[in-house]
Each structure stands twice: as C-alpha cells, then as structure tokens.
C-alpha cells in the first residue's frame, strides 16, 4: 500500500512539474514576432488556408521540406540548404510548418499534417509532376515518409543526415548522442522537450532546449555562442 501511494505520490509530482494539470498554449508564431527586426524575410509566394507557401530560384523543382518540429529561428526558405540549391540552380519549393512563422493555420503536430501541407504546396503553385524531394535531418525523416505516401509526386530524393524512423533514434542513443544520462543536460532536454510537446513551456524555454542542442553540436565549444535569454 505504501509503494502504490508513494509511485501516485511520484506520478502526481512529475504530472504537475510538467504543467500537465493546465491547459496546453503552443507557442504559435513567435520566431517572426522575436526576429523580424533581425533580417529581411523571404516574403511567401502565397498563403493558402493559412499555409505559407514559398518558392525562389530558377530551374528544376525540389521540394524542400521544413523541420516538422519548426524548431528554427528562420523559415526553411531562409536557410542554408535552400540557398545552396538555388545556387545550383533549382527551383526551391517549400512552406512554413502550420503555427510557425507565416502559416497561421493550427498545428496538428503529426505526420499527415506535413503531408497535407506538401500536397497542398505543390497544388498551389500548380505542380502535378513529380518534382525532386529534399530534407535534413527531421524534414529528410517527413521527406521520405512524403516519397512513401505519395509516390507519384516524387521523383529522386535527397536526404541530408535524416532520420529513417524513432525507434531507430532511440537505439543509436539519441539525446545520448550529445549527452548520457549521468549529465543533467540528458534530462533537461527531455523534461524541456516534452513540456514543449505538451504544450506547457514558454519561449524562454524554447530557448534553452535550443541553446543545449546547439551546444552538443559543436567539438569545439569556442564556436558556440549561447542565445541570450531576457
């Protein structure tokens, strides 16, 4: 009896530090709000049911997927992969993941969600032939399930360090990659991420989970530069 009511006892604690007893309040489009003042953003070519959709470039379509997680400080039109394949003359098709940046449409949060909102790219730029598919590390993972789901639409792929699927990730170590479960980092960026998941953090936390992740990226640290967090 005293077990079963020191694990509730446990259960209830942990339920309540992840602020699982409110009510969930995604951050929805707060990088244009924090970073429009920084860079000129890449205008979107439309927005369809709240979708923003892009394309820059000259050339051979590729659809470029974002990071379904959207956790970015720029739109995947803004980054460094689609400015390399615009200058290797491709067309770079892609869109905002709903509730980040200009797609004010609600996240869903799923799979599905990135491949509706892939399908509803190409048909509004009117693309009906297969086009190249292309996407790091998360986006790859969406890109691949997209080649998967809607083989006709996609041609050749293009996957650049991508995840081939969770159970995967969770067998070569991940977040181990970067830390092991003696470092308090291991466990921030799972307590961090899944109140972020929940729907029960804050941009401030937002924040801090990215500055961890960017840290573990760097072998030598003197490249990092921690984000300030106000």
Do not use: C
């Not at 339920?15 to 003042?37: C, D, V």
């Not at 991508?162 to 466990?187: I, M, Q, V």
């Not at 729907?199 to 921690?226: I, T």
Request: overall charge negative.
């Amino acid at each position: 009896m005293i077990v079963a009511l020191s694990i509730l006892v446990l259960i209830l604690a942990l339920a309540t530090s992840l602020g699982l007893h409110r009510k969930p309040r995604y951050i929805r489009n707060f990088e244009l709000e924090e970073y429009a003042g920084s860079q000129q953003y890449i205008e979107p070519h439309s927005v369809v049911g709240g979708l923003a959709v892009y394309t820059i470039g000259s050339g051979e379509l590729v659809l470029l997927f974002p990071y379904p997680h959207s956790h970015t400080k720029v739109p995947m039109v803004e980054e460094t992969l689609a400015e390399m394949l615009v200058e290797l003359d491709r067309t770079v098709v892609t869109f905002d993941v709903p509730g980040a940046f200009r797609s004010v449409r609600d996240p869903v949060g799923d799979m599905d969600e990135m491949i509706r909102s892939a399908n509803s790219t190409l048909d509004r730029l009117g693309i009906q032939s297969p086009v190249d598919g292309a996407g790091h590390s998360m986006g790859g993972f969406a890109a691949l399930a997209y080649a998967v789901e809607q083989p006709g639409r996609v041609k050749r792929l293009l996957l650049v360090p991508s995840l081939s699927d969770f159970p995967a990730a969770a067998r070569w170590g991940f977040p181990g990659s970067a830390f092991n479960f003696t470092h308090a980092d291991y466990w921030g960026i799972i307590f961090w991420g899944m109140r972020l998941n929940a729907g029960r953090g804050d941009l401030a936390m937002h924040k801090k989970l990215q500055n961890l992740m960017e840290y573990a990226s760097y072998y030598n640290k003197k490249y990092f530069n921690p984000e300030e967090i106000g």
